[in-house]
């Protein structure tokens, strides 16, 4: 039986090589991946750009004259005021400086926060707990969180409590020592508002407000944004940024857009 077994399994050897000598009878799973004109030696020194790719980078840069001063101020300051045109990136540095922060142990926790207001139409009385009745107001945190921390990690760090969302309403009487506060949509906020949120700056702390004045869902003359950012403007520790269209980093219709309207 053993010798019978190994005749057997030298014919299916020998019929396996006499199979794969012929090249004709191999085919790539993938032949639109093969090159057959590929060689080792080929000395290529400039090979062709890879696909622009929208995945998670590890360090944010700037990609404007405006976003390089946002970011060495928030490194330099304790309250910063971004104010600018939709999409030259005010949320997004500020939101990823925050992260950085934590990350490195510089600070202990991350506050965000945004008033819930409606852009122009109201929804009624929204179903569900207090979080779902607020989930929409801000969606736009939890995007930009979401593109720099995992799902799962964010999810994690809100659980322990190190990344909170609040909304304007609740936070009087607050004191936010060793933490990181991101104040999104500002120009949503009244003077005495953004007079309340200010104040709420603790030891040890960092608070970024960010928003364009231009585009406030307030009645006329009720957003505070403007009169605040020019009575800090020049007040030693506070840094004022000014972020212009040329700082917008969407579709370039959005400058042109602006400019028109």
């Known amino acids: 039986m053993g010798k019978r077994a190994a005749v057997r399994r030298l014919n299916q050897a020998?019929?396996?090589?006499?199979?794969?000598?012929?090249?004709?009878?191999?085919?790539?799973?993938?032949?639109?991946?093969?090159?057959?004109?590929?060689?080792?030696?080929?000395?290529?020194?400039?090979?062709?750009?890879?696909?622009?790719?929208?995945?998670?980078?590890?360090?944010?840069r700037p990609k404007s004259p405006g976003q390089a001063k946002l970011m060495e101020a928030?490194?330099?300051?304790?309250?910063?005021?971004?104010?600018?045109?939709?999409?030259?990136?005010?949320?997004?540095?500020?939101?990823?400086?925050?992260?950085?922060?934590?990350?490195?142990?510089?600070v202990g926790r991350i506050v965000l926060s945004r008033p819930a207001v409606e852009a122009g139409e109201s929804l009624g009385f929204l179903p569900g707990d207090l979080e779902d009745k607020l989930a929409p107001y801000l969606r736009p945190l939890y995007d930009a969180l979401s593109d720099r921390l995992s799902p799962k990690r964010l999810k994690a760090l809100m659980a322990e409590g190190l990344i909170e969302i609040a909304p304007v309403a609740y936070m009087r009487g607050r004191t936010l020592n060793n933490a990181f506060v991101v104040i999104d949509e500002a120009?949503?906020?009244?003077?005495?508002?953004?007079?309340?949120?200010?104040?709420?700056?603790?030891?040890?702390?960092?608070?970024?407000?960010?928003?364009?004045?231009?585009?406030?869902?307030?009645?006329?003359?009720?957003?505070?944004?403007?009169?605040?950012?020019?009575?800090?403007?020049g007040v030693g520790g506070v840094a004022v940024v000014r972020l212009q269209a040329e700082d917008i980093v969407r579709h370039p219709l959005v400058a042109t857009m602006l400019e028109a309207l």
């Not at 090589?17 to 080792?40: I, M, Y």
Request: hydrophobic fraction near 40%; charge should be neutral.
């Open 14 to 60: 020998a019929e396996a090589n006499a199979f794969f000598e012929d090249a004709g009878k191999v085919r790539p799973l993938r032949p639109q991946l093969v090159r057959r004109d590929w060689d080792p030696l080929d000395a290529d020194p400039a090979p062709k750009p890879a696909p622009r790719d929208q995945s998670f980078v590890k360090h944010v």
């Open 74 to 106: 928030i490194d330099q300051h304790a309250l910063v005021m971004a104010l600018g045109p939709a999409g030259t990136g005010k949320t997004y540095l500020a939101i990823a400086k925050a992260v950085e922060a934590l990350e490195s142990g510089r």
């Open 187 to 233: 120009q949503n906020c009244t003077y005495t508002q953004l007079k309340m949120l200010l104040t709420r700056l603790g030891w040890s702390s960092t608070m970024i407000v960010t928003g364009d004045p231009a585009q406030s869902d307030l009645l006329p003359t009720m957003s505070g944004l403007g009169p605040v950012a020019e009575r800090l403007d």
